[in-house]
């Protein structure tokens, strides 16, 4: 099977869950930030923005927040994680990156996906760990939902999809999770 440095990012790539406290250099933010914008999109719209979130204090308020939306929600998995007042919706990273993108938007629910996928992708190639979290939408379309739209500078008429937890890895992981077989059709 073919090979290339890019493939071997995909596959080597995984999701972080444990990052050093040193903060990723203006360098490093921006070519995962550049990977982002590369992304396609529908007709070519672009219609995305990108929220970098450094504030630890508003990390932690942001994660307070998540936790409190997510305990209300009926998945005993979600509840489970959400109460336990020890974890981290972010996991310690030093760095968030809030991607939204214009509600009307042709597509932009996948335009958003791919440039978090880009942006996973990229810090995989430079070293950095990420993991993509979707908890932080529930601070955003909590009580506070609009003060923290304000505070991130989220444009008017842009809703959020995801966020990018960006850092160092505390550890490196190599063993990637068996695929599941079957899971392709030909026709």
């Avoid at 005993?76 to 020890?86: G, P, R, S, T, V």
């Avoid at 993991?131 to 923290?148: D, I, K, M, P, R």
Wanted: charged fraction near 20%; aromatic fraction near 8%.
């Amino acid at each position: 099977m073919a090979t290339n440095e890019v493939l071997t990012t995909i596959k080597k790539r995984r999701s972080i869950r444990s990052f050093k406290a040193d903060q990723i250099t203006a360098e490093e933010l921006q070519t995962v930030l550049e990977a982002g914008i590369y992304a396609p999109s529908a007709g070519n719209q672009q219609l995305w923005h990108f929220t970098v979130i450094q504030d630890k204090q508003l990390l932690e308020r942001l994660n307070v927040s998540a936790k409190a939306g997510a305990a209300r929600i009926d998945d005993e998995h979600i509840q489970k994680i959400a109460k336990n007042e020890k974890f981290n919706i972010y996991y310690g990273a030093p760095t968030v990156v809030l991607i939204s993108g214009k509600e009307d938007g042709m597509a932009i629910e996948a335009d958003c996906a791919a440039a978090t996928q880009n942006i996973l992708l990229a810090a995989e190639s430079i070293g950095l760990g990420a993991c993509w979290v979707n908890l932080t939408l529930f601070a955003l379309g909590g009580e506070q939902g609009e003060q923290y739209k304000q505070q991130l500078g989220v444009p008017a008429g842009y809703k959020s999809f995801s966020s990018v937890a960006l850092g160092y890895k505390k550890i490196e992981v190599v063993n990637a999770p068996t695929r599941k077989e079957n899971v392709i059709n030909y026709v």
